[in-house]
Structures are given as structure tokens and as C-alpha cells.
Nanobody, 120 residues
Framework: QVQLVESGGGLVQPGGSLRLSCAASGTIFSIDTMGWYRQAPGKGRELVAVMPSGGTTNYADSVKGRFTISRDNAKNTVYLQMNSLKPEDTAVYYC??????????????WGQGTQVTVSS
């Protein structure tokens, strides 16, 4: 079993910053891509940023220049630094990870989601 536990969401004023964290734990052999997605009310889930273990990061156009994804592979943790937040960034943010388990099986996992609200 593998769990993804997110933290760092909350309420922030426009122009403010938040840092999300997502820690993976359990029967992990390795983790390939880790990333963040979000879902606003009444909308589908969309990619925010993804970071392969050895490749190029990818950002949604709407967050380029404002959000930064990073990883600590030793801690199996991915972060999302969000600056210059806008009301349209309001959503539930989900962590995602492509995990190779200790049994050498590749499984895609989702976190439970953390709410980010940008409002004055």
C-alpha cells in the first residue's frame, strides 16, 4: 500500500503565496513522475505541474512564472510553491505519483486533495 498525504492548503488573499507538500509513504521501490492537478467547482481536473524523476518539468500555461514544482527524492516528497495567487487559482489541489512498488508493480496514486481558496 502507498499513501500520498498533502498539506499546505488554505485561504490566502490575491497576490499572496502558499506552499503545498505531498509526501508518499508505504511499499515504494521508486517514484517516476510526481505532480499536481487541480479541480475548481463545476470544472474538470486539470494539470498544474508535473516533474518526472529525470526529465523536464511541465506547467499549465495559466501558472507559468507563478508556480514552481520541486521534489525531494530522498523524502519521496513533491512541493508546489504558488506565488502571485489569483482568485481563479481557487480549487482542490491533488497530488499524483507514478509509483513502482516494492513488488515491482507500477501504480498511479492520487492524494486526498487540499483546498486552496484565493479571496479577499
Amino acid at each position: 500500500q502507498v499513501q500520498l498525504v498533502e498539506s499546505g492548503g488554505g485561504l490566502v488573499q490575491p497576490g499572496g503565496s502558499l506552499r503545498l507538500s505531498c509526501a508518499a509513504s508505504g511499499t515504494i521501490f521508486s517514484i517516476d513522475t510526481m505532480g499536481w492537478y487541480r479541480q475548481a467547482p463545476g470544472k474538470g481536473r486539470e494539470l498544474v505541474a508535473v516533474m518526472p524523476s529525470g526529465g523536464t518539468t511541465n506547467y499549465a500555461d495559466s501558472v507559468k512564472g507563478r508556480f514552481t514544482i520541486s521534489r525531494d527524492n530522498a523524502k519521496n516528497t513533491v512541493y508546489l510553491q504558488m506565488n502571485s495567487l489569483k482568485p481563479e487559482d481557487t480549487a482542490v489541489y491533488y497530488c499524483n505519483a507514478d509509483v513502482v512498488t516494492s513488488f515491482k508493480v507500477r501504480i498511479n496514486y492520487w492524494g486526498q486533495g487540499t483546498q486552496v481558496t484565493v479571496s479577499s
